[in-house]
């Protein structure tokens, strides 16, 4: 079946690092890529849209400066967190559809902790 | 402001007891989909319904799309202690050229052995 890759799955960087998270489609290409984030026990929120070839479409309220998204290939979309700070400590979450359709599952990466210390 | 109103926001219930969520909302989407999630890992998905008053059953799942199209539930049954997680609605629609899928705002399920 259809995979998502997240990588890292943990990851603890220092206060004004930058930290970049990868999410890959294994077995399928992606054109468009979503990325979330999640608090402990919350629900996720959409952040952006990664669009390959293209600009990312960002969410009302996410800084498209400290979290950068490239999307340069059909089967890999990152996510940058710039200059981070204990705040963007989180739960990142990719995910991409399989196939086309309008209600085609969309497939969920494992996830990556940040923890900015 | 949360689209999807889920509840309750917490559960814990006994093995073997009945239970029901349920996700609300004021728009329509076109279809609707239930996540069950774990903790550190990403959601998996359970259901998608797409027509209004549909009904699957998945096992003791029982999913349940409103007529309107607007709300859904889950109903479980006979509840074990493998059910627990975090169960999330979310809501399917088309934003520009991309299907987005907007999140309810989640119910921790926890079944007590």
């Known amino acids: 079946g259809a995979v998502v890759s997240q990588h890292p799955s943990r990851v603890i960087c220092k206060s004004g690092t930058s930290v970049k998270i990868e999410c890959r489609s294994l077995?399928?290409?992606?054109?468009?890529m979503f990325w979330y984030r999640q608090f402990p026990k919350q629900s996720l929120m959409l952040m952006a849209t990664?669009?390959?070839?293209?600009?990312?479409?960002?969410e009302q309220g996410v800084e498209k400066d400290k979290f950068l998204i490239n999307h340069a290939s059909l089967t890999l979309s990152t996510l940058t967190v710039t200059s981070a700070h204990p705040e963007d400590s989180s739960f990142y979450i990719c995910?991409?559809?399989?196939?086309?359709?309008?209600?085609?599952?969309?497939?969920f990466g494992n996830g990556t902790r940040l923890t900015v210390t | 402001t949360q689209l999807l109103e889920q509840s309750p926001q917490f559960l814990s219930i006994q093995e073997g007891e009945n239970l029901t969520v349920y996700c609300n909302s004021s728009?329509?989407?076109?279809?609707l989909q239930w996540y069950r999630q774990e903790p550190g890992e990403g959601p998996v998905l359970l259901v998608t319904?797409?027509?209004?008053?549909e009904v699957k059953k998945l096992k003791r799942l029982t999913f349940q799309f409103g007529d309107a199209r607007k709300d859904s539930s889950l109903h479980i049954t006979a509840a074990q202690p493998g059910d627990t997680g975090l169960y999330l609605c979310?809501?399917?629609?088309?934003?520009?050229?991309?299907?987005?899928?907007?999140f309810g705002s989640g119910t921790q399920l926890t079944v007590l052995p």
């Open positions: 979310a809501g399917a629609r088309v934003s520009g050229s991309a299907r987005q899928l907007t």
């Open positions: 990664s669009n390959e070839g293209s600009k990312a479409t960002y």
């Open positions: 319904v797409v027509t209004g008053g």
């Open positions: 995910s991409a559809y399989a196939l086309g359709g309008n209600n085609s599952p969309l497939h």
């Open positions: 077995d399928f290409q992606a054109t468009t």
């Open positions: 728009s329509v989407f076109s279809s």
